[in-house]
């Protein structure tokens, strides 16, 4: 079996040998290759000890020299170096306490989380396999190596790189792993909220996100990491226009989304107010009104308990808020209206995400030749290039305050959203002259409707 890696890693290691020490690529690099998948991180484990290391390259910056890690830059390239290693005592379910240098290969990989995570490789030795990582690679298992249990009260966040692995790469979760993850789901807890959102985007960003989503809720995962997304499991919405509890029909949107991280977690989260916004009608039917509205604030809460950045946390919040928005028959200037609320930028993903909403509920799909309608209507009016906002019109502040002889205030900003409104309605009105003559007018009707 031969496996290819970069000259820097050949160089690494065969430097490593050439004073006497083992070197070995290790870990995710060597599963990546096995499965013919482009490898991401060159990590390399040794015998050496880290100042062995720093004596043997001219260039290592100490990047953690308590666990062993010495980073050696060769051609302007970062490389991790580990010293083989078993850990002490975990004491808040993360990190090892402490370290112990060993000299066996076969120690270091024991400590490891997963089987097919548990390989070791270099082209003099060889693929090194002591825990039948290759048999768990052919039958599309992740399996943790040794005591599933211990494995997970070392290091809780295994339990979501489980998970995470399983979805990525779509694996089984083996039996009694994913049953120490149940029993163990509670020691998430411990973990910070930055690594929790870092495993969970890469769950939702995967080729199977609602796998992930699934595992998450049958793991009892979920009920602590997302309590609010936990409370829509089997809740049926009791109306005719839909045929799946709240649960099911999410993970219908997110499958059907396309794989961009804010409309991803803006299918997720469109109908996260249901459960609390629910209501039996006098049809006998349930309702959720204003559950859009509700919902952009608890997406908003829940993104930044989990620390997304502000970036993402806006683009999804106005999504959700903004996917009730189906207009019958509407006109441009309401058209020109959701545009300017939604962005040029987020108003055709907005079209997707109320697109997987229809075919995610009930047939027969009325409104999709309404969404249809918007959706090529929206598109003529942007290759049309019609003004849309208060920087396209023909006068700005500056223009109104001197044809008005006003000063700084809120008043212009409101004859300026005055204008505005004339000119979505009808944008033959956007010229400077026009403009200051409806400017006038609507001044002078305020004025006189203050007195």
Do not use: W
């Not at 997304?229 to 099911?248: C, G, S, W």
């Not at 803006?266 to 629910?278: E, V």
């Not at 300017?340 to 997987?356: E, G, P, T, Y």
């Not at 019109?393 to 409104?421: A, C, F, R, T």
Request: negative net charge; aromatic residues 8%.
């Amino acid at each position: 079996m031969f496996i290819s890696y970069p000259n820097e890693v050949k160089y690494i290691i065969g430097k490593l040998k050439d004073n006497g020490f083992e070197g070995f690529l290790v870990g995710g690099s060597v599963r990546n290759s096995l499965l013919s998948l482009a490898p991401k991180d060159f990590d390399i484990t040794t015998n050496a000890l880290p100042e062995d290391v720093i004596r043997i390259f001219d260039k290592t910056i100490p990047t953690g020299l308590k666990h062993g890690t010495v980073t050696v830059m060769e051609n302007s390239i970062p490389f991790e170096i580990t010293t083989y290693r078993i850990d002490g005592e975990y004491k808040d379910n993360r990190r090892p306490e402490d370290v112990t240098f060993v000299s066996s290969l076969k120690e270091d990989l024991a400590r490891r989380d997963f089987t097919i995570n548990a390989f070791a490789y270099n082209e003099t030795d060889g693929l090194m396999d002591y825990f039948n990582g290759i048999n768990d690679l052919n039958s599309k298992l992740i399996r943790a190596v040794g005591d599933a249990n211990k494995r997970f009260q070392e290091d809780a966040l295994r339990m979501l790189r489980a998970i995470r692995f399983s979805c990525q790469l779509g694996f089984t979760i083996e039996k009694s792993t994913l049953d120490a993850i149940k029993k163990n789901s509670e020691l998430i807890l411990n973990i910070s909220s930055e690594r929790i959102r870092e495993e969970f985007l890469k769950i939702i960003t995967s080729p199977y996100p609602t796998s992930g989503l699934r595992l998450l809720n049958s793991t009892g995962i979920l009920n602590h990491i997302l309590p609010e997304l936990q409370a829509t499991v089997d809740f049926d919405q009791k109306t005719p226009y839909h045929n799946k509890d709240v649960f099911e029909h999410t993970l219908s949107v997110v499958e059907m989304v396309p794989n961009k991280v804010h409309l991803r977690l803006a299918a997720l989260f469109h109908d996260i107010a249901k459960p609390p916004c629910f209501f039996i009608g006098e049809d006998g039917h349930g309702h959720f009104y204003n559950h859009q509205n509700i919902g952009a604030e608890m997406c908003v809460s829940i993104l930044k308990r989990l620390t997304f950045d502000n970036d993402t946390i806006n683009k999804a919040s106005i999504l959700v808020k903004e996917h009730m928005n189906i207009l019958f028959n509407p006109s441009d200037a309401a058209l020109k209206r959701l545009i300017n609320r939604v962005s040029i930028d987020l108003v055709f993903d907005l079209f997707k995400l109320q697109r997987a909403d229809i075919l995610s509920s009930a047939p027969p799909f009325k409104v999709l030749s309404d969404l249809d309608y918007m959706e090529k209507r929206t598109k003529e009016i942007l290759e049309s290039s019609e003004p849309l906002s208060k920087n396209s019109l023909k006068v700005n502040g500056k223009v109104i305050m001197d044809s008005l002889n006003l000063k700084p205030s809120k008043e212009v900003g409101v004859i300026l959203d005055y204008l505005m409104d004339m000119v979505l309605e009808d944008p033959n009105l956007n010229n400077e002259h026009t403009l200051i003559s409806l400017a006038t007018e609507y001044y002078k009707k305020r004025n006189d409707n203050d007195l």
